[in-house]
């Protein structure tokens, strides 16, 4: 059975959600308080974090970095903060997904199974398969169906390598600049826009209709496969 913990003082918001999750036969842990969501997460270790970030006692990124500490598991934050500042702080600090409330649980269950599903960390050299591209991550090779090598430059190689390691996670342009170019490059903004045009001239069907290599307004990139 899968174990989510719930955190929010938000008592309605965590009836609906235990009723929800438990009808789906998830086990069902709560927090109302990010000191109690660090304690419960010890005794009883979840396989999903969903985590609102205002909470009484802790900020929510404190939490989430607390977690981190300790355990992979995926974190989907839940918050009524919608400025782009604070998800990608949140992203930064280690979060998978963000929502913002008013939210459907529809959408909110759809993304925990995505979250879930992605949580089982690709092999260290698998072969990426999505589209008409084949990434082999082992040889450092990309392959188009029907149309031989795909020749990418170290920065476009090194920056592919990166959010494909990841499917499906939103990659935070601080967390991509600072992997790809290093200390320094955090806010070379335009860097990241240059090259991830690049990928998607060469890797996509349709590069200005790209559906895998995406961008998340304000706050970052994700690669669906």
């Known amino acids: 059975m899968t174990r989510v913990l719930v955190v929010d003082d938000e008592p309605q918001i965590v009836r609906a959600l235990q009723i929800n999750l438990k009808a789906r036969s998830y086990e069902v842990h709560t927090a109302a308080t990010g000191t109690a969501a660090l304690s419960v997460a010890a005794q009883y270790p979840p396989d999903l974090v969903i985590l609102d970030l205002g909470l009484p006692d802790l900020d929510g990124v404190d939490v989430i970095r607390g977690l981190r500490g300790w355990t992979e598991a995926p974190v989907l934050v839940l918050s ?33 199974r995505a979250v879930l599903r992605r949580s089982n960390l690709i092999p260290d050299e698998p072969v990426v398969t999505f589209g008409r591209t084949q990434v082999d991550l082992s040889a450092k090779r990309v392959v188009l169906e029907g149309g031989g090598d795909v020749r990418l ?58 559906v895998h290599l995406l961008t998340e307004p304000g706050m970052g990139y994700r690669f669906e496969p």
Do not use: C
């Open 80 to 112: 009524g903060r919608t400025d782009s500042s604070d998800k990608v702080e949140a992203l930064d600090a280690g979060a998978d997904d963000y929502m913002t409330k008013p939210f459907g649980i529809d959408e909110l269950l759809a993304r925990l």
């Open 153 to 210: 430059t170290p920065t476009e190689w090194h920056l592919l390598e990166v959010l494909v390691r990841h499917p499906g996670k939103l990659m935070s342009q601080h967390q991509l600049l600072t992997e790809v170019w290093g200390p320094g490059y955090e806010t070379a903004s335009g860097n990241l826009r240059f090259y991830m045009g690049q990928l998607r001239r060469k890797l996509e069907a349709d590069p200005a209709r790209p």
